[in-house]
């Protein structure tokens, strides 16, 4: 199947508003790189890439498609619900627990949470987060 690419978030959320629906097999979306603070990594060259597929008009949640590639980086979390799609991790809460996240896993962020990732498979998830 051919990559598909999704629509600028304004089209997309005027094309929802209109049809009341978007759907696009995940595999196949094509992801936009994103800057990582090279502070963030801990080891490797991991890069990240991402597609928002909605904003809130105040821009404080978004609902996107995001991918890091094997590596380790740290980062301060946005209250977030996530659904693994591929690869796999682990993710390790600064003062808490470790998660090992593979296809399917459900994940909850709270707002503020310091966190570790490791991953070992590049790893797609499907988000909402929110402040």
């Known amino acids: 199947m051919p990559e598909i690419l999704v629509p600028e978030s304004a089209d997309l959320a005027r094309m929802v508003t209109a049809a009341g629906v978007f ?3 995940v595999d196949d979306v094509r992801l936009s790189p994103d800057e990582l603070d090279p502070a963030q990594v801990l080891a490797g060259s991991p ?4 597609v928002e597929l909605w904003s809130s008009p105040d821009g404080s949640q978004s609902r996107g498609i995001w991918e890091i590639t ?3 980086v740290t980062d301060v979390e946005r209250d ?6 591929s690869g796999r ?3 390790e ?3 808490g627990v470790s998660i090992d996240l593979v296809p399917g896993s459900v994940c909850l962020l709270a707002d503020g949470a310091k966190t570790t990732w490791i ?3 590049t ?4 988000y909402h987060s929110m402040p």
């Open 47 to 50: 890069q990240v890439s991402s």
């Open 119 to 121: 991953v070992h498979e």
């Open 89 to 91: 991790a682990t993710v």
């Open 93 to 95: 809460v600064e003062g």
């Open 70 to 72: 094997p590596g380790t």
């Open 123 to 126: 790893l797609r998830k499907v």
């Open 23 to 25: 759907a696009v097999p």
């Open 80 to 85: 977030e619900i996530f659904v693994v799609l």
